[in-house]
Nanobody, 127 residues
Framework: QVQLVESGGGTVQPGGSLRLSCAGS????????IGWFRQAPGKEREGVSC????????HYRNSVKGRFTISRDDAANTVYLQMDNLKPEDSATYYC????????????????????WGQGIQVTVSS
């Protein structure tokens, strides 16, 4: 089974940028749609973005549109989440996930149904 490992998190000031990486091991990410979720303390986990296989179509939650960009490098078996103009409300633990289908029609269920999770990576936006 594919395992996922996130990296690239950290602390940044408002308006700053981070790029999260999600690396796959034990299998290829190229076969699946991949999504990013986040969970802030005391809140439910929420979908952020997803990217499909083949046509690389993408979806974003409204609050990150125009600031976040999801991409994939199948040769590197890695999916990225470029986060620009970060806001304090973006602070959360970010998780990448696999949907065992090739296409996502939305960034959260039912458009994206996560079945495999990474361990999560902390993102803190604070001055």
């Amino acid at each position: 089974q594919v395992q996922l490992v996130e990296s690239g998190g950290g602390t940044v000031q408002p308006g700053g940028s981070l790029r999260l990486s999600c690396a796959g091991s034990g299998g290829t990410l190229a076969s699946y749609a991949i999504g990013w979720f986040r969970q802030a303390p005391g809140k439910e986990r929420e979908g952020v973005s997803c990217i499909s296989r083949d046509d690389y179509s993408t979806h974003y939650r409204n609050s990150v549109k125009g600031r976040f960009t999801i991409s994939r490098d199948d040769a590197a078996n890695t999916v990225y989440l470029q986060m620009d103009n970060l806001k304090p409300e973006d602070s959360a633990t970010y998780y990448c996930s696999i949907d065992l289908v090739y296409y996502c029609s939305g960034y959260s269920p039912p458009g994206f149904s996560p079945s495999v999770w990474g361990q999560g990576i902390q993102v803190t936006v604070s001055s």
